[in-house]
Every structure is written in structure tokens, then in C-alpha cells.
């Protein structure tokens, strides 16, 4: 408390000025005393003078007569003076009259700095009838301590007055400061203090103050309050608003089918939503599962975070479809929406896509598939037959032989029994082929009479010879087209061969068909194998 009437205002300004007024005050007191005590000085000496010539006449004949009374008259008239000590009239070195008064004891002090220095006044008195000559002397010794309390005593009249005006004026100044300045400021800060500016409370104008400095003060203040309070109003609405977008958001964010998520640069999740624990089969719980996606898409890793540093670098949405498996049997399908937030935080959905997968799946199946039999169609060998040649050009291909197969006569068979008969040697022909490959191994029927088999990772020729021969054997054997009818067929089978090197589907294909038509030329039904030229620069 005391500390904070130090800090006031109110008491510093007082104490300032107080202060300034006492200094100069007593600043103006000294100069005025050391005035005062020398002109005080001077004058006692003067009138000591004054006195001397007025009684100049009557000791000029005291001393002209040689009278000693008259001589002690006028030592006893100039002795009346009480800045004088000593008086004495002394006629050609003889004293006439003389008069000594006892002087108290002198008391040094420090205003004695100021003290003049007159010991004694010397006065030669002439004769009363030739002013030219002299006829005595009058010596008078000066009382210097009375002189100097005579001239001192008004000297600290003086003083006193100017400090009793210098108080008042200090004073006065006080209360003008207070009642005009100090006093109103402090008002207003505490009516500051208590101020509810929510409840609509502004700050009143001091007494007086309307117009001035602090009016205006006060104005400012009050504008800076309403700005404040409207700032704080629409600060208030806004954060209401945003609450109810967050509930909003919230109740999106739990309720949602799709899976919502918050990860970081590393592919770890922040936070995600029920159904994203849900898709990836994620115990409920408080503990974030953080590596569960990245563990979930083991092994396609590399594809997300190739995604998020696009997503971060290109300010782009990016969407990909995953693959992830939950256990056996248990696979899923998973479209990972994804952009970039802030910070390094990006911002996610994950949608179930497994069924329009499977559906994309059996499209493509159906688009590749020879309805007929059940095979691969030209489109399917092709497709593969590019896959194979990337692999291959990549390095991480396999060596393969290629039999191109084409029926022979079959169009007798279309001819002779109908269409549907030769429907069903295709399928008869097909279940051949189906039973004498392996699962590895590729089939396709790419229209009419007329199959591609690819052997893959074979790379021993009598094997793919020795299965060209079981197809031949196996589809020369006659075919029940129903109860009572039976047909037979031969194949003609051309074969190409690659290594596990660049090829081109094209031309594979174009050396076992040339080796196929060989096969027709010299009687059908059997196999020939195309030349094979590794250092040929065309394959
Ligand atoms: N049944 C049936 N016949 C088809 C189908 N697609 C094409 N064909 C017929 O298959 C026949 C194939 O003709 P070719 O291979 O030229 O006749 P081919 O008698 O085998 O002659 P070579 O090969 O020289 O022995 C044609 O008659 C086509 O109409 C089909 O899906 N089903």
C-alpha cells in the first residue's frame, strides 16, 4: 500500500513540485540574505557618518577651544550609537575626550562568512573659521559583531518572508495540480479499474473536463472500449460458430462410413475415425495405432509415401487404390484420398472399394475371356504377351516357348455337322489343352480354330516338343459330337522361343504362325519349330 502511494501520481507530482519550489526557494532565500546583510552593513556605516557630520561642527570648536567637556559631549553623543564601541578625540597626539563601552563576547558563526571587514572610521576635523586647516582627529571603532547582527536580524526578516511565500506559492501549486490534474487522472483510472465494458460501462468525463486534454482523453478511451467490446462480441460469435462446426465436424467424423485420418509425413497415423478402425481392423481403445496402415499395406509401402511427398510438394488431392489383406481369405480393396493439411499434416478418407474392384475384375476377366470355351481371348494374349515383353526388357522376365495351334479340317466338321458341333470340338479341344499344361502356363483361343499356348519359364525345347506332341496325339482322337456321331480332328502346331530377354510379341507370334503354316504345307497334323537366331538383331 505504501508502495503504491509512492507510485501515485498524486504523490509524485506533489512531491516534485514541493521539491523544485523549496530548492529555488531557498536558492533565492540565500541571495536575498547575502544582499540584505551587505547592504544592511553598508547603511550602518553611512549612518554612522551621518551621525559623525552632524556633530562635526560642535567638535571642531571643542577641539579649536581645547574645551574637554564639549570634546566629551560629542564623544558621548557619537557613543550613543550602538554600532560603536570606541570613541575618541585626539588633538596633535593628545586624546581630549574618549569614550570605550564594554563589548560582549564574540560567537563565530558561518554567517559571519558574510560579515564586512570595518574596524574603524578615522575622521580629521577642520577649524571652525579655515576649513584648510586641521585641528583634531576622531577616531570612532566600529562594533563589527552589532553591525553585523543589526543588518542580519532584517536580513532574516526578509528571508523568512520570501520562504513563507515560496511555501505558499508551493502549496498552491499542489492543490491547482491536483484539483486539475492529478486528482481527475486518478478518477478515471479508478473508475478503470472497476469498468465492466460487456455490461456497456464507459468512462464519465472528469468535472470541468468535457472539453479539455483529458475530455478528449477520455473520449479516446471510451472509443478504444466500444471498439474493444464489438472486437470481443464478434471474437464471441465466432467462437460459438466454430464450436458448432466442430460438433458438426465431430459428429461427421464418428458417424461416417468413410474413414477419416490425420497423418504425418511418415505415414503415421495421428488420428482417425471409427469406420477407418473398423476398415482396418483396429481394436477400439484410446491408443492410436499409428503404423497400422503402413503394416496393413505391407509391401506397397513405397506407393504412399510417394503419394504424401507429392500430395506436400505439388499441393495436390491425390487418390489410390491399395490392396491389403486382414488374415486369411480376408482381403480388401482400400481408396486412400489424400492432401496436404499444414505442418507436415495430411489429411485423409479411406473408402471400402473391394467391391467395385471385383466388379473392375470381372469386367476385365470378361473382356479377356473367350466366352466359348472359357480360355483367354486375343485381348487376354495380348495383354499378356505385353507384360511379358516389360518383364523380359526389365530383366525380370522368364524364357517361354510360344504354340501357335490351329485345327485342322475343323471347318468340315462347322460344315458337315453344324455349328454347334464344332462349338463343341472347340470345347473338347480346350479341356485338351486345359489337362496337358500346367497352371502356369498360358491359354488362349484367339478366334475360329486357332490357340496360343505360352510355356513359361520353360526353356528346355524337347519338353515344348514333347507337349506339342501329347496335344496332337490327344486331339486326334475322335470326338462324340452326340450319341451317334463322332468327328476327328488333327492339329498343326508352329513353335517360337525366347529367352528371358527383350522380344517382340509380334514377331514371336509371326515366327510360330510361319512355322504353323509350314506344318499345314506338308500334310498337317504335327509341330514345327521356327528357327531360332539369338544374335538376330531383329527379334
Ligand atoms: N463352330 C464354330 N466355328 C467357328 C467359330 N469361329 C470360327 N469358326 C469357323 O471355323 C472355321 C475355321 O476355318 P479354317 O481354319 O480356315 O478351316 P479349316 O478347315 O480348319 O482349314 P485348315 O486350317 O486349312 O485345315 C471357319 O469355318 C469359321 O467359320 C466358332 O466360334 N464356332
Known sequence: MRELIRNSIVFRSASAVLGVSFFIGILFSVASYIYFVDEEQDQTVNTVYDLLASLENT???ACYINDQNLANEVVNGLGRNADISQVSINVKGTILAELVKPTPPHHP????????NINHIDRDISSPFNSSEKVCTVHMQINQDAVFEHSTSKARFVVALLLFQTVLIALALVYIMYRMVTNPIKSISDRLHTLLPQNGELLQHPHRHTG???GQLVNDVNNIISDLVSSLDEERH????????????????????????????HGELISYNQALARMLDLPTGQTIASHALLERISGQELRLHLMIHSAISEAQILSEDFYIELGQNKKK????????AENGVLQGLINDVTERKQQEEKAHQLAVTDHLTGLNNRLGLDREM???A??????????????LIDLDKFKTVNDTYGHSAGDIVLVHFAKILLRTLRKTDFIARL?????????RGLDDLSKAEEIARKIISQASRRIDISPDTQVQIGTSIGISYTPATAFSPEDLLAQADAAMYEVKQHGRNAYQVAPYFPDDPAR
Open 59 to 61: 567638535a571642531s570648536i
Open 109 to 116: 558563526s558561518i554567517a559571519t562568512l558574510f560579515r564586512k
Open 212 to 214: 479539455d486534454e483529458l
Open 238 to 265: 465466432l467462437r460459438v460458430q466454430h464450436a458448432l462446426g466442430e460438433k458438426k465436424f465431430q459428429a461427421i467424423f464418428d458417424n461416417a462410413e468413410t474413414g477419416i485420418f490425420q497423418m504425418n509425413e
Open 333 to 340: 480393396w482400400l481408396n486412400i484420398v489424400l492432401h496436404a
Open 386 to 388: 505385353a507384360r511379358l
Open 390 to 403: 516389360k518383364e523380359n526388357a526389365n530383366g525380370t522376365g522368364c524364357p517361354f516357348f510360344l504354340l
Open 447 to 455: 478366334g475360329g480354330d486357332e490357340f496360343v499356348l505360352l510355356l
